[in-house]
C-alpha cells in the first residue's frame, strides 16, 4: 500500500462552482467561495478538490463550452482566485484539478471565430468542416444521420462558407479536429500545461474516448426510423487513433508534470475497451469513470435516455461487481463514485427517500457502500449531507440544463403525450439538474450558498437555480456535530477507507448471493501480504448502535438496516480475529 501512487486512496470531491457557494451575492457560486469552504472539504476527509469548468463561456452548456481556456469567467472570479484557490488546497496537504474540456470549444472561442471565416483559413482544420449533401430535388442534408447528444443533428450549416461542422453536443459546441497536430499541441499547451505551470495537479478529463472519429464519416444504421438523426457513437467514441492521442497527451502534458489524471470514458461497456486506457504499461491516463453503474434508470443513451428503466438489485450488484474486479490481475486502475453533475441524486435513485428516517438509513448506505468500493473514491457536493432530486412538484421551468430542456422540447414535437409524461417522469428521476441546485450550507436564507445581501440587489439576486424545499431540514449547519448525521456518518467512514486502505481502497470484491434481491453482501479482501498488524472493522452486525468514535480505533457499528443493503465487509484480520474469538470460547 505505501508504495503506491497518492491518488489512489485519495478522496476527490467534486465542486459544481455555480451552485457551491456564492460570496458575493450575485445569485452565481464563485472561487472566493470556494476557497471559504476549503477547511470543511479538509474536515470531510477530503483530499482533491475538482472543479467543474470555470473558464470563459457563454454558459451553453455551463461552462463546458469554454471560449477562452486561459480566463476565468468573470462571475466564478480570475485567475489569481484560482492561484489562491491552489495555494490554500496546498497549504492544508490537499490538491486541485481542473476540468479540462478539449474534445469541442464554445463557438465563441477565437480559433473556431478563425476556422469557420474561411475555406483556406490556416485554422480552418482545426474544426471538422463538411460539405452538405443533397437529394435529387436539390434539398440540403447534413454530412451523415448522426444524432447529437443533446438531440438533433450533429452537423451545423455555415451560411459564409457553405460547409457544416461537426458537434457531438450543441451546435455552440464545434468539435475540435484531433486528427491535426497543430490542433493538439496548442491543446497541449494553452489549456494542460498553462495551468499545470500554476500548480495545478492534474485534470478530470471530459469526453476523453471521443477524440478520434471514424475517418469514413458514413451514415449510422437506422435504429429509430422515427427520427432523421440515428445514435451514432461508434463513430466517434474510442476511435481509431484515441490510444496514439492520449499517449501523447500524457507525454506532452501529464508525465512532464506528473499530473494526476481521470478521464470521462461514456459509451464504453466492455472491460477490454477500457483497459488500455489506464494500463500503467500504456502511459495513457491514472484512472477514469466508468458509467454503467451511474447509468442505471437511464433508457438508451440517446432518444430514450430519460424514459426511466426501472431495475432490480441484482442487476446493480452485479454491475458493482464487474467493475470492481475488472482490474485484478492487471497494471490498471480504476474509480469509485455515485454522483456528478450529470445524474440524478444519489440517494434519490438508489435509496427511499419517503420518510426522514429512511432517507437518512439510504444515505449512509450509499455512503458505505461507496467507502468500500476498490478504487480512487470521487465524492460529489451535497452527496455527503444526502441531497435529494428535486420535488417532483417543480415544473419544467426549473430545470435549467439544456439537455433537459432540448429532449423536453423534442418530445412535446411529438404532440405524443404519453412521450411528454414519461420523458417528465425521466427527468425528474434522472435529469442533470438534480445535481446543480444551490447547496445547502444552513437553514438560513437561500440555504446560506448565497449570503443575504444588503437588500438592494434587486430580482436578480437569488440563486441561479432554486433552492430545494428541503434545505431547513437537509443542510451542513444542522449535520456537523450531529453523531447521528449523514455528514457524520461520511466523516467516518472516510476515516475508516483511510485507516484501512489494504483492504478498502485495494482490496477484492467477491459478490455472494448474486441473486437475492434483498441484501446486498459482499466480500472484500486485502491482496495477500498486504495487511496491518491488528484492529479490525466489523460491519454487517444489523444493530444500530450509534457511535460517537472516530478515532483510529473505532469499531464502526453504526450500520443502517434493510431495506437497503446491509454490507458485509471481511478481511484476513477479521477472519483472524473471528478464530481467536472461538478459540477462547
Ligand atoms: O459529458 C459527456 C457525456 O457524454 C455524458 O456523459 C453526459 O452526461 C451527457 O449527459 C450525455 O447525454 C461531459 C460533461 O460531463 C457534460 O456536463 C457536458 O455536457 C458534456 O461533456 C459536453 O461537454
Known amino acids: 500500500v505505501s508504495k503506491q501512487p497518492w491518488w489512489k486512496s485519495a478522496v476527490f470531491y ?12 450575485d445569485g452565481w457560486g464563485d472561487l ?22 470555470i473558464f470563459e463561456s457563454p454558459q451553453a452548456d455551463m461552462g463546458y463550452d469554454v471560449s477562452d481556456y486561459q480566463r476565468i469567467y468573470a462571475p466564478y472570479g480570475t485567475v489569481a482566485d484560482v492561484d489562491n484557490l491552489v495555494a490554500s488546497c496546498h497549504a492544508r496537504g490537499m490538491k486541485v484539478i481542473l476540468d479540462l474540456v478539449i474534445n469541442h470549444t464554445s463557438v465563441e472561442h477565437a480559433w473556431f471565430a478563425e476556422s469557420r471565416s474561411s475555406t483556406t483559413n490556416a485554422k480552418r482544420d482545426w474544426y471538422i468542416w463538411k460539405p452538405a449533401r443533397y437529394s ?29 461542422y461537426l458537434h457531438l453536443y450543441a451546435p455552440d459546441q464545434p468539435d475540435l479536429n484531433w486528427d491535426n497536430a497543430d490542433c493538439r499541441d496548442a491543446l497541449y499547451a494553452d489549456t494542460m500545461r498553462f495551468w499545470l505551470d500554476r500548480g495545478v495537479d492534474g485534470f478530470r478529463i471530459d469526453t476523453v474516448n471521443k477524440y478520434s472519429k471514424d475517418p469514413s464519416f458514413r451514415d449510422a444504421p437506422i435504429t429509430d426510423p422515427s427520427s432523421a438523426h440515428q445514435p451514432a457513437p461508434e463513430m466517434w467514441c474510442n476511435g481509431p487513433r484515441i490510444h496514439e492521442f492520449i499517449h501523447e497527451m500524457n507525454r506532452k502534458a501529464l508525465a512532464p508534470y506528473d499530473a494526476v489524471s481521470v478521464g470521462e470514458l461514456s459509451n464504453t461497456p466492455h472491460p477490454a475497451q477500457v483497459l488500455p486506457y489506464i494500463s500503467a504499461a500504456n502511459q495513457e491516463l491514472d484512472m477514469v469513470f466508468e458509467f454503467s453503474v451511474i447509468r442505471l434508470g437511464n433508457g438508451d443513451i440517446f432518444g430514450g435516455k430519460y424514459t426511466y428503466q426501472p431495475w432490480k438489485l441484482s442487476t446493480l450488484k452485479a454491475l458493482t461487481a464487474k467493475w470492481q ?12 463514485f455515485i454522483e456528478n453533475h450529470d445524474n440524478g441524486r444519489a440517494v434519490s435513485r438508489f435509496g427511499d427517500c419517503g420518510s426522514r428516517e429512511w432517507w437518512a438509513r439510504s444515505a449512509k448506505t450509499i455512503a458505505l457502500w461507496q467507502a468500500s468500493m476498490t478504487g480512487s473514491l470521487f465524492l460529489y457536493q451535497g452527496q455527503e449531507i444526502g441531497m435529494t432530486n428535486m420535488p417532483a412538484t417543480w415544473d419544467m421551468a426549473e430545470y435549467k440544463d439544456i439537455e433537459a430542456r432540448n429532449f423536453y422540447a423534442e ?7 404519453e412521450r411528454v409524461r414519461s420523458t417528465m417522469h425521466g427527468l425528474s428521476i434522472l435529469a442533470r439538474d438534480h445535481a446543480r441546485l444551490p ?12 449570503a443575504a445581501g444588503d437588500g438592494n440587489e434587486g430580482e436578480s439576486a437569488r ?29 467516518k467512514v472516510l476515516k475508516m477507507r483511510k485507516l484501512y486502505p489494504e483492504v478498502f481502497v485495494f482490496g477484492s470484491h467477491t459478490l455472494l448471493d448474486a441473486e437475492n434481491e434483498h441484501v446486498w453482501a459482499f466480500v472484500k479482501e486485502a491482496p495477500a501480504g498486504d495487511e496491518k498488524s491488528d484492529g479490525m472493522t466489523d460491519f454487517g452486525t444489523g444493530q444500530h448502535k450509534s457511535s460517537n468514535q472516530d478515532s483510529a480505533d473505532a469499531t464502526f457499528t453504526d450500520v443502517p438496516v434493510a431495506p437497503m443493503p446491509a454490507l458485509i465487509v471481511h478481511s484476513k484480520r477479521t477472519e483472524r480475529l473471528a478464530k481467536r474469538q472461538a478459540t477462547k470460547k
Not at 447547496?439 to 450558498?449: E, I, M, V
Request: overall charge negative; hydrophobic content about 35%.
Open 136 to 164: 435529387p430535388d436539390g434539398t440540403r442534408h447534413p454530412p451523415t444521420n448522426w444524432r447529437s447528444y443533446f438531440a438533433g443533428s450533429t452537423w451545423t450549416w455555415d451560411e459564409l462558407t457553405q460547409q457544416y
Open 439 to 450: 447547496f445547502q450550507w444552513s437553514a438560513g436564507q437561500h440555504a446560506g450558498f448565497m
Open 411 to 417: 418530445a412535446l414535437a411529438t404532440g405524443d403525450e
Open 32 to 53: 472566493p467561495g470556494l476557497v471559504s469552504c476549503i477547511p470543511y472539504l479538509e474536515s470531510l476527509g477530503v483530499d482533491v478538490v475538482w472543479v467543474s469548468p
Open 14 to 25: 467534486q465542486v459544481y462552482p455555480a451552485s457551491f457557494k456564492d460570496s458575493n451575492s
Open 463 to 491: 440563486p441561479w437555480m432554486r433552492v430545494h424545499d428541503d434545505y431547513r431540514e437537509v443542510n451542513v449547519q444542522k449535520q456537523a456535530g450531529d453523531p447521528d448525521s449523514v455528514l457524520e456518518f461520511y466523516k
Open 325 to 336: 474486479s475488472f482490474i485484478e490481475g492487471t497494471d490498471g486502475w480504476t474509480t469509485a
